[in-house]
């Protein structure tokens, strides 16, 4: 009953998460398929908080995916992508990395996850900087897909497997809050930043 149960939970929350980013485009299609295994999923603190960030995430980079480069569903889904992955970033190290990171048992893996948000900070700002209608545009964005994918199911089954372990359910529940309220001011000065990781040779 109680495996039932964690599974309508985990379902629920997936969809809610997917139902945010279809309200951007309601007519691209969003094909996620399977996504890495966690009992956090769901849960009423910063870890259940975070992967619905990170289903939402994975629900606009499927749905950029789907899109043709001449319409103006690709420009809106990834402006909604800069804007979430750049707050999001933000406000999880401010809510929950900045107390793992002073923990030596789990110093590694803060510092570790913090150094992958620079490093698809740059990705995003690459794309931004080029033409998304090109066929080239695409192969760099895969690139960013596989380097997210990777990185949130890191943090997933690994990094956030070991904070939890040194964290209370008082302290989950406050950096839900601290991650929600950052989020938002995060979000709300978020910016398109082009700029090229190599220069373009004329």
Do not use: C
Not at 6 to 22: F, G, L, N, Y
Not at 69 to 83: C, H, S, T
């Amino acid at each position: 009953m109680a495996t039932k149960a964690k599974r309508e939970t985990h379902a629920a929350a997936k969809s809610k998460a997917i139902a945010k980013a279809k309200a951007i485009a309601p007519d691209v299609p969003v094909r996620i398929g399977q996504t890495p295994e966690t009992d956090l999923r769901g849960l009423p603190d910063v870890f259940g908080r975070l992967i619905e960030d990170h289903d939402r995430h994975r629900a606009l980079l499927s749905m950029i995916e789907a899109t043709d480069g001449k319409g103006e569903d690709r420009a809106a889904l990834f402006e909604e992508l800069v804007y979430e992955l750049k707050a999001h970033a933000a406000a999880e190290e401010q809510a929950l990395w900045s107390t793992v990171l002073r923990n030596p048992e789990t110093t590694e893996f803060a510092r570790h996850a913090v150094a992958e948000h620079k490093d698809i900070d740059k990705m995003l700002d690459d794309l931004t900087a080029r033409d998304m209608g090109k066929k080239k545009w695409m192969e760099r964005f895969a690139d960013l897909k596989h380097e997210y994918l990777h990185h949130i199911r890191e943090e997933e089954q690994e990094q956030f497997v070991e904070s939890e372990k040194i964290l209370s359910d008082a302290d989950r529940k406050y950096m839900r809050t601290v991650f929600e309220r950052r989020k938002k001011e995060e979000k709300a000065a978020a910016e398109l930043k082009p700029k090229l990781k190599i220069k373009a040779i004329a």
